[in-house]
């Protein structure tokens, strides 16, 4: 089941409420994206529990071979 890149934002700016998100379709088929997520929320966090975090609240989406989304390559980093 695919998910839809709006989605994706919306989930992710609903934990990050400062961030600038953008997210691409890498292969048209609602499975594979990448996501740009700065947000002031990152400050003063190693960038890998700043993916944690998104993973986070994307809920399970991600989890195991019947997850809505199967990659997501990620870019974070903290608001300058």
Excluded: C, W
């Excluded at 961030?19 to 400050?43: P, R």
């Amino acid at each position: 089941m695919a998910m839809e890149a709006v989605e994706i934002e919306r989930m992710i700016q609903e934990a990050f409420p400062t961030a600038e998100v953008q997210i691409t379709d890498l292969a048209g088929d609602g499975n594979h994206y990448a996501a740009s997520v700065v947000a002031d929320e990152f400050k003063g966090l190693t960038r890998v529990k700043q993916h944690q975090l998104v993973y986070a609240a994307l809920k399970g989406k991600m989890d195991g071979p019947a997850g809505e989304l199967h990659a997501l390559a990620l870019t974070t980093k903290a608001r300058d």
